[in-house]
């Protein structure tokens, strides 16, 4: 492997790329959800014209063949070992999608993120705004670019898309070492419970804060608020929630507070996802002084078929650890988040004791994202087991923006581009800085921002990250941003391309929206052209073309 500071001055080339792809300076990108659909159309009518054997392989010759490395485990190994001779890992994406209209897609929407209870008797809208289900936002694909999307069937459907995971962490497992399977988790169970629990976490974690508040630490940074154990039981005594000698057995029985104090970490840990979520517990409405369910009763059925989603999530888990396969959970969107990253945390405490297999995503375009890393990586230390991260800008804004907008809630989004980069930077400095003091913790810096690549290179090099230790892994999408990870990987740091594989046919919902984040590839491919020509030419007459530290 050559020199880390070599390594470090990587050349100019590397940083040409554009600002990262799915996200605008200013935000919002008007009609790009019929934009996709254009796309999409004219991708099903050329297979019509040309037949599906000419389409087939014209695809693969061209859009299909750029963006997608094969239709199945097999077919993309030749690719996998072509990239692995220059350095590069792969991330395995199994990119079908079932092709559904819009209103087909709204109505399995409705239909499974909506309880059997409401469905009966009413109540969703006593529901926060941002974690009911609404029509207009029901096909999630609108505004989403590279992000596929599942819509709930049923359970035998769910059944079938662990198995498909399953078949993508074998595959990794076989084509490559160190490789990683990507997952969603809204295709492993009814979306019903993710919505729902994340609606309990934000609640709770709101209601700790407020509660804070009352003690005078309005406005502190997450990990730095502690309770007095004594004025919160009051004040749940105070607010009819619990007796004082009920709010006790709480925290004897989980033995905290016994330092007096209570912090977020602690008041997380009263709830916790391995036990029964459908116990009532009551918190106050601070708008309308009601004490109202924290959580709703669910229905046998429903019970079962949340703890069939948990089930699923285990099995994934012990397969990617028997077979050495990293899992990492993607983000998806910030009314599903809270209980992904939540069901994704109790399978890292429980798999990565040794080495970090479960990986999961934070979004930094979201306001919250420093708060969620930071009490995450606090936890990982408290437990003594490895933090995994896979650090985005995100790929939901524009949905995200017009649906708080629309329903009337406060955006979750940065206001702008440089604020999302902000946040990106400091959320990574801090897990490189836990990395120089623990090694406990490994971060992929997924992006194609060339200011994001140079800053972590910079400090990993300031803080003593060797590239050869493996803690700090860069990602790009297939077919994109070559000249970031090509260099990358012949410089001895660890890199991995998103790898989506798949049939032709049943990746056109992906391919469409490929084709809408890249209108403008054929100049962007005649750019990287002219960059490489260009640095070939000064290295020819610096008579250094095969020089080995270039």
């Known amino acids: 492997m050559r020199r880390f500071s070599a390594a470090a001055h990587l050349p100019n080339l590397i940083f040409q790329g554009r600002r990262e792809l799915g996200l605008r300076k200013q935000g919002l990108r008007r009609g790009h959800g019929c934009r996709?659909?254009?796309?999409?159309?004219?991708?099903?009518?050329?297979?019509?014209?040309?037949?599906?054997?000419?389409?087939?392989?014209?695809?693969?010759?061209?859009?299909?063949?750029?963006?997608?490395?094969?239709?199945?485990?097999?077919?993309?190994?030749?690719?996998?070992?072509?990239?692995?001779?220059?350095?590069?890992?792969?991330?395995?994406?199994?990119?079908?999608?079932?092709?559904l209209t819009a209103e087909e897609a709204e109505q399995k929407e409705l239909d499974s993120c909506t309880s059997a209870s409401e469905k009966e008797m009413g109540g969703a809208e006593q529901r926060e705004k941002q974690y009911r289900v609404h029509r207009g936002?029901?096909?999630?694909?609108?505004?989403?670019?590279?992000?596929?999307?599942?819509?709930?069937?049923?359970?035998?459907?769910?059944?079938?898309?662990?198995?498909?995971?399953?078949?993508?962490?074998?595959a990794s497992s076989g084509s490559s070492e160190d490789g990683f399977s990507a997952i969603k988790l809204t295709a492993l169970g009814r979306p019903q419970f993710l919505l729902q629990f994340s609606e309990v976490l934000v609640k709770w974690r709101r209601f700790f804060h407020q509660m804070a508040a009352e003690q005078g630490q309005a406005g502190q940074a997450a990990l730095e608020t502690k309770l007095e154990v004594e004025k919160l039981q009051e004040a749940l005594a105070n607010l009819g929630i619990a007796t004082k000698?009920?709010?006790?057995?709480?925290?004897?029985?989980?033995?905290?507070?016994?330092?007096?104090?209570?912090?977020?970490?602690?008041?997380?840990?009263?709830?916790?996802?391995?036990?029964?979520?459908?116990?009532?517990?009551?918190?106050?409405?601070?708008?309308?002084?009601?004490?109202?369910?924290?959580?709703?009763r669910f229905t046998e059925e429903e019970d079962l078929q949340m703890k069939r989603m948990l089930q699923r999530m285990d099995v994934l888990a012990k397969r990617a650890t028997e077979t050495g396969v990293r899992l990492m959970v993607d983000a998806e969107q910030s009314y599903f988040q809270p209980a992904?990253?939540?069901?994704?945390?109790?399978?890292?405490?429980?798999?990565?004791?040794?080495q970090a297999i479960i990986f999961n995503t934070y979004q930094c375009y979201l306001k919250e994202a420093y708060d969620n890393v930071t009490v995450d990586v606090e936890l990982s230390r408290r437990e003594g087991w490895h933090?995994?991260?896979?650090?985005?800008?995100?790929?939901?804004?524009?949905?995200?923006?017009?649906?708080?907008?629309?329903?009337?809630?406060?955006?979750?989004?940065?206001?702008?581009?440089?604020?999302?980069?902000?946040?990106?930077?400091?959320?990574?400095?801090?897990?490189?800085?836990?990395?120089?003091?623990?090694?406990?913790?490994?971060?992929?810096?997924?992006?194609?921002?060339?200011?994001?690549?140079?800053?972590?290179?910079?400090?990993?090099?300031?803080?003593?990250?060797?590239?050869?230790?493996?803690?700090?892994?860069?990602?790009?999408?297939?077919?994109?941003?070559?000249?970031?990870?090509?260099?990358?990987?012949?410089?001895?740091?660890?890199?991995?391309?998103?790898?989506?594989?798949?049939?032709?046919?049943?990746?056109?919902?992906?391919?469409?929206?490929?084709?809408?984040?890249?209108?403008?590839?054929?100049?962007?491919?005649?750019?990287?052209?002219?960059?490489l020509w260009s640095e070939f030419k000064r290295r020819l007459f610096a008579g250094s073309l095969f020089g080995p530290n270039h």
Request: aromatic letters at 10%; a positive charge; charged letters at 25%.
């Open 36 to 99: 996709t659909r254009s796309y999409k159309k004219l991708l099903l009518l050329a297979r019509r014209v040309l037949g599906q054997p000419l389409f087939e392989r014209l695809m693969k010759m061209t859009f299909y063949g750029q963006f997608v490395a094969g239709e199945d485990q097999e077919a993309i190994k030749p690719l996998i070992r072509r990239n692995q001779a220059f350095g590069v890992g792969a991330v395995l994406d199994y990119s079908v999608e079932e092709d």
């Open 137 to 170: 936002f029901g096909d999630r694909r609108g505004g989403v670019i590279s992000a596929r999307t599942y819509f709930y069937a049923d359970e035998s459907k769910c059944d079938q898309h662990m198995e498909t995971f399953l078949r993508c962490i074998d």
């Open 245 to 296: 000698a009920e709010s006790q057995h709480w925290f004897t029985g989980e033995n905290l507070g016994v330092s007096g104090t209570v912090d977020l970490l602690d008041w997380n840990s009263l709830i916790d996802s391995r036990t029964k979520l459908s116990k009532l517990l009551l918190i106050p409405n601070m708008q309308t002084g009601q004490l109202e369910p924290l959580l709703s």
């Open 340 to 354: 992904i990253s939540r069901l994704t945390l109790e399978m890292q405490r429980r798999f990565n004791r040794d």
């Open 387 to 531: 933090f995994g991260t896979k650090l985005v800008r995100g790929a939901y804004m524009e949905q995200e923006r017009n649906r708080a907008a629309q329903i009337g809630y406060e955006d979750p989004i940065n206001p702008t581009y440089e604020k999302t980069s902000e946040m990106y930077h400091r959320c990574l400095d801090y897990i490189l800085e836990e990395i120089k003091h623990s090694r406990k913790a490994n971060v992929m810096v997924a992006s194609h921002n060339e200011d994001t690549v140079k800053f972590t290179l910079r400090r990993m090099m300031e803080l003593g990250i060797h590239p050869s230790e493996k803690k700090v892994y860069f990602g790009q999408l297939l077919g994109m941003c070559d000249q970031i990870t090509f260099p990358l990987g012949q410089a001895g740091f660890p890199v991995y391309k998103y790898v989506p594989y798949g049939p032709v046919n049943e990746v056109l919902p992906y391919l469409s929206r490929r084709a809408q984040e890249n209108r403008g590839f054929m100049k962007r491919a005649n750019r990287e052209r002219d960059l």
